[in-house]
């Protein structure tokens, strides 16, 4: 049986689409029309509910807060988008470095380099 919403320490996990768009507005500090915008834009892409109604999660709502830093700063919306995506492949490319050197550790990794003939 799971816990119910309401029971001490349930907390969803950072990516689980939770809250609604008042609420995810709320949070961030924002109007529920410039998370529509955001939305719209591709910032950023909360779930949607089987009737197309957007769902925020945790990790939603602190790239609204970090879209609303950067355009405070004066960058523009493309700018934060061009931000967004970038900072999102150095997170993969990291995840993946991390992979390897991994296996690279416990030595599933094998790295073939040609030796070099001498003339």
Known sequence: MSAPLS???FEPAEDAPVFVISVAAELAGLHAQTLRTYDRL???SPGRTPGGGRRYSARDIAQLREVQRLSQEGVSLAGIKRIL????????LRRRLDELESER???ALVVWRPTQHRK
């Open 7 to 9: 029971s001490p320490g």
């Open 42 to 44: 591709g910032l950023v």
């Open 85 to 92: 995506q970038l900072e999102d492949e150095v997170r993969r």
């Open 105 to 107: 550790r416990s030595g």
